[in-house]
């Protein structure tokens, strides 16, 4: 166990809805990412939070958004979904250890199907 | 941005053989690289990470080695065994602008022949 949660770990809805995943990081995590895998894809980043506040952005399409609460928790909207969307999406945390790259923790993922 | 290349795809040894995968990165930035392992269907699990100031890494089967000058890294399992059978993705961490977030390789799929 990771220690980082995320919420439904499936869904599945239709084209032209929206979602809303959940992910809760780390006890004392500051930053929050969030990944895609499709089937024949590795892992594409999407974007990052660090303490509420966006701190890169990543291959993350205008029909996506996220925010990080200040409790820390985050939440990823995926709207007028199309079957491409169709994923693999893992949340994912770490915490602050300098310049010299922070170690990264994934979460179980959440699976979406869009039919 | 960084981009980090993986190869191979896929690799296939007899049990008990040694594995290598191999990963260049682009940004002379990056100063942090982990492997994870990705089980089908499950999250992908850190099994060892280098940082800049260290050219070698072990860990019992596992070892990473990294070459900066060359901006490559490289994962070596010996004494392969049927549960390391699993896809590995390196990653770089870019520093840039101060984000931090890891960029992976697009993964190997390491099939362990009994």
């Known amino acids: 166990d990771s220690g980082v949660t995320q919420t439904p770990k499936h869904l599945i809805t239709a084209t032209g809805q929206r979602v809303t995943l959940r992910c809760s990081p780390r006890?004392?995590?500051?930053?929050v990412y969030w990944y895609q895998q499709s089937l024949d894809q590795g892992l594409q980043f999407l974007i990052q939070y660090y303490n509420g506040e966006e701190r890169a952005k990543g291959n993350i399409l205008e029909r996506f958004s996220a925010q990080q609460f200040p409790d820390l928790h985050s939440e990823l909207n995926l709207s007028s979904l199309e079957l491409g969307d169709s994923a693999l999406y893992f949340c994912?945390?770490?915490?602050?250890?300098?310049?010299?790259?922070?170690?990264?923790?994934f979460g179980e993922g959440s699976w979406l199907t869009v039919v | 941005g960084e981009n980090v290349e993986q190869h191979p795809s896929t690799l296939s040894v007899q049990e008990g053989d040694s594995a290598v995968i191999k990963c260049t990165y682009s940004?002379?930035?990056?100063?942090?690289f982990p492997w994870y392992k990705q089980e089908l269907g499950k999250r992908p699990q850190l099994i060892i990470d280098i940082r800049s100031n260290v050219g070698e890494k072990k860990d019992q089967r596992i070892a990473v080695t990294l070459n900066k000058t060359a901006k490559h890294f490289s994962l070596h399992i010996t004494e392969t065994q049927p549960e390391d059978s699993a896809v590995y993705f390196c990653a770089a961490s870019y520093s840039g602008g101060g984000a931090d977030g890891l960029t992976f390789g697009k993964g190997t799929h390491l099939i362990i022949q009994p």
């Open positions: 006890s004392g995590d500051l930053s």
């Open positions: 994912a945390s770490s915490s602050p250890r300098g310049s010299s790259g922070n170690t990264i923790y």
């Open positions: 940004d002379s930035a990056s100063n942090y």
